[in-house]
Each structure stands twice: as structure tokens, then as C-alpha cells.
């Protein structure tokens, strides 16, 4: 069975929901797509389906990805929030799923639990993709792991280092697909954020099996020798902002500065790229960042060539499409 054939009519909960392979295919596609997009291609692989996006969660990226990327390809996309539908309150998830099922071809869920993303693939009977949830990010990691090829033309072999609080969603679907692909990834965070223990030894065993490694690491000074990427995200997720205070006073050592960068000694070969799945606490123009200034990396840092963030933030449009494609398409071949 070729590779599309075994991706069609699926949807995406969790990195762990693809063979490596599979993982591989859709970065392959995504690359296609992509320049497609930039021949001013039109294409058709999603004609006349149409996606529901359900947002319990603000998002930039992730909505706008979804949009343009069904557009893109002949598709609709239909913006629905918790004030839009009854979603666990007025009707479960499960009566909701089987109403939209009906009535769509995909659903891409941004939200808070797991179970919710779960559920809504359970009882949907259409493709579901996961955009963000309390424990998972995977339409991050393929965004991500595509730009690291796009920039070293390969991914085995790589040194990819996560910097800051180690058992959020992003660091635990980076570390994920890092495992996948042969990378030596580390999770440089404190000890009272680490990340699941049964999620880092499904990684170890997977790293090992592609030549990569995964490593757990609380001291920023020596996890980032050998870095080829310097990866960091917020300190204070969504739903997390009383602990703000406690959060800057437990990471601060864990700032991507300059000096942090150079510690890597691939900064003067320009072998090494800082990543942020955004949006980022840099300089003193949001609000947050008004009131206690740069937070999670510097705006040096943040500006720096060196910085690859708005590729990695274009390139969740081109994975994202490559998702949907891959799913629902039947006329989409690379």
C-alpha cells in the first residue's frame, strides 16, 4: 500500500499515531506543497471538502494555517468557538462530534484536554487533527522538524535543544518527532518541570532504533554545547497566568541570550538556528512583556539572523496542508 493510500482518511492525535515513515512522507509533501504555493499553483486536493475548526483557544497560526491551507486547495474551513457552539456544556462532546461529522469532512480541535480531541475522533467518523491540547502539539512538530531540514538539508545526526519549561505540549511533541527522525535531542529544563517519564523513555527507545538520543538536563550552561538548534517557548502557558511570578523566578536562568547562543560554539560557522513556536515574549511591545520585560529569549536573539521563527510559523500553513491533503485528497501525488 503506497504511503498516501495509508494516510488517507486519517487524522492526527498524537506524533505516536505515525510511523516514522509516515512522519517522513508528510514532511516530503508539505515541501511540495510548499512550492507549489510559491508557482502560484492552485491545486484541487481539497475540493469541495470542507474542515470545522474548533477553537477553545485563541490562535494566529494555527487558525490562519488552517484557513489558508484548505483555501489553498480548493477547500472551505468553518471558525467555531465556545461561544459559537455547545460543545460539553449545553450538549456533550460526543452528540457534537456526531452532528459535525455530518456535516464536515475533517475537524482540526485547538483546545485544553486530550480526552476532548480523543473523543471528538471517536465518535466523528471523519478525520480529527489535534492543533493543540494540554498535553500534545503535533501540528507544531512537523512545522518545526520541517524547518530544520529546510535549513540544514537533513535532520539525522542533528543536535536540537529545548530550553525552559520541559513538560509543556511543544517540548513534548518536539521531543517526539526529534525521536523519530534520528536527531539528538535534549530537554534542558528544572527539575520541577520535567516531562512524563513514560513519554521520555517512548522517546529514548525510539531515538536509539533512528541513531538519535534523547536526554533529560537541568543545566543550561552545558546542554546547549553542540546545539544546533536553541528552542524555547513560554514560560506561562494558557491557563497558567497566576503563576507567572513563580514561573519567571524558576526559568530565568533559562533565558536564550546571545551569550547562550555562542555557548552552543556553532554560532560563528552558522551552524546553529534559534526556533520559538511563537507568539513570543522578546521585547516591551505586548502586554505582557510591559510589565516584566523579555522573558523566554531576548529580543537580540529573537532579531538575530540566526532566527528561523517566521519560517517556523509559515511552515505550520504547509504542514498543516499537507495534513489535510494527505487525508482528504485524492488527486494530490509527489
Known sequence: MSMQKQLSGRGLLTLTDLTDGEFLYLLDLADELKRKKQTGERGTGLDRKHIALIFEKMSTRTRCACAVAASDEGGS?????SHDIHLGKKESVKDTARVLGRMFNGIMFRGFKQETVDSLAKYSGVPVWNGLTDIHHPTQGLADLMTIRETFGKLRGLKVVYV???????????????????????????????????MVSWCKERAHLNG????????????VVGANVIYTDVWVSMGEEDKQAERIALLSPYQVTMGMMQRTGNLESKQVIFLHCLPAFHDHETEVARDSGPLEVTDAVFEAPFSKVFDE????????????????GSKQKI
Open 313 to 328: 510559523a509559515e511552515n505550520r500553513m504547509h504542514t498543516i496542508k499537507a495534513l489535510f491533503v494527505s487525508a482528504l
Open 212 to 223: 538519535g538520543s534523547v536526554a533529560i538536563d537541568s543545566n543550561p550552561e552545558t546542554a
Open 77 to 81: 474551513t468553518e471558525y467555531l468557538t
Open 164 to 198: 525552559g519549561d520541559g513538560r509543556n505540549n511543544v517540548a513534548t511533541s518536539l521531543m517526539l518527532a526529534c525521536a523519530k527522525v534520528g536527531i539528538h535531542f535534549v530537554n534542558c529544563t528544572p527539575e520541577a518541570l520535567m516531562p512524563d517519564g513514560k
